[in-house]
């Protein structure tokens, strides 16, 4: 399944959408997608040595400014899917961005594509600030995975519009 993804050494986990995932339409609401966006990226951000707990201590974090995506493929209870993500661009001062897809496992089929812009908020004044030397350090984007997405089409780099129509 991970050899589908668009780019390479992806941060991975696996779901099996619950009943309570599933909303009056009898698929994954919208909403519960952006929870296991948020998911992957902490226990991402956790494997690379920047947990929510060093967050804290360091009174540093990175805040949501821009979310989009593209949302392909209906996801059902039961259904099995990989969760994918990557650093795909990170200034090393104050903005970060990541690339997400989430995948079913029985067809293979991309159910979501995202991309979420942060920036750094210091915890205590709710302002943006400078990246502490730690999200330096750990917040980097892998060169095999900035090429691969340099070499995507456009239209697969424009996530959250029409699939290439920028707007």
Request: with cysteine; charged share 30%; aromatic share 8%.
């Amino acid at each position: 399944m991970g050899r589908d993804l668009r780019l390479p050494l992806a941060f991975t986990d696996m779901h099996r959408v619950g009943e309570h995932e599933i909303d009056e339409y009898a698929h994954v609401n919208n909403t519960v997608y952006l929870q296991w966006l948020d998911s992957i990226a902490w226990a991402h951000s956790a494997n690379l040595g920047m947990p929510l707990e060093r967050c804290l201590e360091l009174r540093r974090g990175m805040a949501i400014r821009h979310t989009r995506v593209d949302y392909l493929e209906a996801a059902v209870a039961g259904d099995d899917l990989l969760i994918a993500t990557w650093i795909i661009a990170c200034d090393g001062r104050l903005r970060c961005s990541r690339r997400f897809e989430i995948a079913r496992v029985a067809d293979g089929k991309r159910v979501l594509e995202a991309e979420i812009d942060f920036f750094c908020l210091n915890l205590d004044t709710g302002k943006p600030c400078r990246f502490p030397p730690e999200f330096v350090e750990r917040y980097t984007v892998v060169p095999e995975v900035a090429a691969a997405y340099e070499s995507l089409p456009d239209a697969l780099r424009h996530i959250g519009y029409a699939r290439g129509v920028r707007q």
